[in-house]
């Protein structure tokens, strides 16, 4: 039962474009979300997060837009460049887990910037 | 600062080898997580630590164990390798609680391939 969704394994953009990547959750218990951003080879990085309190979260040209009664969440990179080409991926936790902060992560989705 | 490290990059091992995958970090975090990476599958959490001395499953944790005997090091153990434990992982540590405790930083990953 996959709990967090990526339904686009790819994504091409043009440079200077706006990137639009999208994540689905079911659990409705998750109340933190994170981006982390992963280039081949390398470990991911974490990128942005927000609290399920927020609908937005901004930093530099990484905005996260969180939409809780569509228990949906997107990544909106602006603008989008050469290097932000790697593999996103969405997770989520939940305070009901516990005392461990476990992540759920999605399965990723690829984005390329071309030229 | 390191980071996260993990030891070693990548190894082969033949069906029913034992090996040790090693992970530190010095960033003083509680809480570490061992995961795995396969296409298609994002990354799934094998076992995870609360803090020195303690050790739980995480949603993947059989054919695995783990010991974190340090706050700074968390090792995972196969002790009969198989093929489908050809994978890559990946060590994280996070702070666990607290502002932002559920952002988990990540090292740069171990290939293995059992043959």
């Known amino acids: 039962d996959q709990q967090v969704k990526q339904n686009s394994p790819s994504l091409s953009v043009q440079e200077g474009r706006i990137s639009i990547l999208n994540c689905d959750y079911t659990n409705s218990m998750f109340d933190y979300f994170l981006w982390y951003k992963k280039y081949p080879a390398e470990g991911p990085t974490f990128l942005i997060s927000i609290s399920s309190i927020k609908d937005k979260n901004e930093d530099g040209r990484f905005t996260v837009f969180l939409n809780k009664s569509a228990k949906h969440l997107s990544l909106h990179i602006v603008p989008s460049q050469p290097g932000d080409s790697a593999v996103y991926f969405c997770?989520?936790?939940?305070?009901?887990?516990?005392?461990?902060?476990?992540?759920?992560f999605g399965t990723g989705t690829r984005l390329q910037v071309t030229l | 600062n390191a980071g996260v490290t993990q030891t070693p990059k990548f190894r082969v091992l033949k069906t029913g080898q034992s090996m040790t995958l090693l992970c530190a970090q010095d960033?003083?975090?509680?809480?570490m997580y061992w995961y795995r990476q396969d296409p298609g599958m994002g990354l799934r959490l094998i076992h995870y630590s609360v803090g020195e001395g303690t050790t739980a499953k995480g949603e993947v944790p059989d054919g695995y164990n783990v010991s974190r005997l340090k706050k700074q090091n968390f090792l995972l153990g196969l002790e009969s390798a198989a093929p489908s434990q050809t994978s890559v992982y990946f060590c994280?540590?996070?702070?666990?609680?607290?502002?932002?405790?559920?952002?988990?930083?990540f090292g740069p990953g171990t290939r293995l391939l059992v043959l």
């Open positions: 960033m003083n975090h509680e809480y």
């Open positions: 994280a540590s996070s702070y666990g609680v607290g502002a932002r405790g559920e952002t988990q930083y």
């Open positions: 997770a989520a936790s939940g305070s009901y887990t516990g005392t461990a902060s476990k992540l759920t």
